[in-house]
């Protein structure tokens, strides 16, 4: 087991799918965030779910609400109020519209780990998978600065910080559900696995 915690991001509008995409069954689970938390909870020790209102879930889980001190909604509000709320060192996230990151690719970020680093992320030709990797607390101040500014570009954070990138060949487990077209391809794969 991995001792390091592990967050799902959950809190988000879903606008491209049009409804609430942690809440859509997925492999035999009544929703997609069930099934991420029960599946990361047998790769890591202490597992989160970084959500807006726990009462949409009919699960039992660590639910973190974000801070109702703004009406944002992007990952920065996420990272501020797990940060508070965890209060570790590093925290390893991953989004929860992204079911086939597995444990190979979770064991690979966990390796690249190193104390010169405040971030670990995953890369692929597609580009930098902001949601998938280790950040450090050293972020705080300018996940807060962001937050302040109203600028919640993961990707400037991340090029603006001592960010390990790590490359993978293959874009295919890091497959993003942003819209039906992207749930109806992984119930797809599902039905090959
Ligand atoms: N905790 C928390 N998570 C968020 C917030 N906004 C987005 N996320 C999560 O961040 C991840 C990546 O965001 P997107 O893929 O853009 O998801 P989204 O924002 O719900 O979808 P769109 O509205 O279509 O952009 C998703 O897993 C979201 O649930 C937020 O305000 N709070
Ligand atoms: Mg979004």
Redesign the pocket.
């Known amino acids: 087991m991995i001792d390091m915690p592990c967050v ?10 049009g409804k ?3 809440l859509l069954p997925f492999a035999g689970f009544n929703t997609l965030a069930e099934y991420q938390y029960k599946r990361l909870s047998k790769i890591f020790s202490n597992v989160s779910i ?3 209102d726990k009462s949409v879930f009919s699960f039992d889980a660590n639910f ?3 801070k109702k001190v703004s009406s ?8 501020v ?2 940060f508070d709320t965890l209060g570790t060192e590093k925290i390893f996230v991953l ?4 079911p086939f990151v597995s444990q190979r690719e979770i064991e690979k970020i966990i390796l690249a780990d190193n104390a010169a680093a405040d971030a670990v992320i995953a890369k692929t030709d597609e580009g930098v998978q902001p ?1 998938c990797g280790i950040y450090s607390k050293n972020l705080q101040a300018k996940f807060l600065q962001m937050l302040h500014e109203n600028n919640h570009k993961l990707g400037y954070l991340l090029k603006n910080s001592k960010t390990t990138y790590v490359y993978f060949p293959d874009s295919k487990p890091f497959l ?4 039906p077209k992207d749930y109806q391809k992984a119930l797809k794969i599902l039905t090959h696995y």
């Open positions: 799902i991001f959950a809190g988000g509008k879903s606008s491209r799918m609430n995409k942690a970084s959500c807006k973190i609400e974000d944002v909604f992007a990952p920065t509000l996420g990272f109020t797990v989004s929860v519209d992204t949601l993003n559900m942003n819209h």
